[in-house]
């Protein structure tokens, strides 16, 4: 069974900052996604990120980036330029390719923007 | 796009009497809707995987009769929480499959649920 570790449980970052969350893997697959969701007080989950385990090149959406480390089986997000809007809760999550897979959750990072 | 509504987004019951909660993909088909529940400053707990047409999957330890699911078209998902009872007081939460092949889940808004 997959499982994810997110190791640290809070963080907080001043804003303008950049900050990085850590995710770490463990699966026997060699074909899955990994994703990061945010989800903010409104406890509405909101994509921010996927990987395709496939892919050498790390993911970037904007002010967000991974580093996918497939032999290390780890999955950061850095968030550059922090603003006040990133505050909230950052889950890793692990899906295997294809059919109905589900996503697999770590238990999530609390993130706080400070002004 | 990728938009996935729920309805309705908080409700209040009494003990013993049955809700249901819609979820809806608005703008994509989905093959494959999920449901959640999540308690506070918890992540996700997976309770079932519904796919249209054919019975859901739940997971170990969720009481299917007390959880119902039917998936009955590419857009629509529901989950009826049979004979409610306070422990079933919690934050429901499903997310869509997009059909077109993203393999990305996307998420509803959530429904909380009370049980007096």
């Known amino acids: 069974a997959q499982t994810v570790t997110q190791s640290q449980p809070e963080m907080s970052v001043q804003e303008a900052e950049t900050v990085t969350l850590s995710c770490t893997y463990d699966?026997?697959?060699?074909?899955?996604?990994l994703f990061w969701y945010k989800q903010p007080p409104s406890r509405q989950m909101i994509l921010v990120i996927r990987?395709?385990?496939?892919?050498?090149q790390n993911a970037t959406e904007n002010r967000f980036s991974v580093n996918f480390q497939k032999a290390a089986k780890s999955f950061s997000l850095k968030i550059s330029d922090s603003q006040l809007g990133d505050t909230a809760m950052y889950f890793c999550?692990?899906?295997?390719?294809?059919?109905?897979?589900?996503?697999?959750f770590g238990k999530g990072t609390k993130l706080t923007v400070n002004p | 796009g990728a938009v996935v509504s729920q309805h309705p987004s908080w409700v209040i019951c009494k003990s013993g009497t049955s809700v249901k909660i819609e979820c809806r993909s608005l703008d994509f088909q989905a093959t494959t809707m999920f449901w959640y529940r999540q308690f506070p400053k918890q992540s996700l707990m997976l309770m079932a995987t519904?796919?249209?047409?054919?019975?859901?999957?739940?997971e170990q330890g969720v009481e299917k009769d007390k959880f119902l699911i039917n998936h009955a078209s590419l857009t629509l998902s529901t989950l009826t929480v049979t004979s409610a009872h306070p422990e079933d007081s919690s934050f429901y939460i499903c997310?869509?499959?997009?059909?077109?092949?993203?393999?990305?889940?996307?998420f509803g808004p959530g429904t909380r649920l009370t049980v007096l």
């Open positions: 519904s796919n249209e047409g054919s019975k859901a999957t739940y």
């Open positions: 990987q395709e385990a496939y892919k050498q």
């Open positions: 997310s869509a499959r997009d059909r077109g092949g993203s393999d990305t889940q996307y």
């Open positions: 999550a692990f899906m295997k390719w294809g059919g109905s897979e589900k996503l697999v």
């Open positions: 699966t026997s697959e060699s074909n899955y996604y």
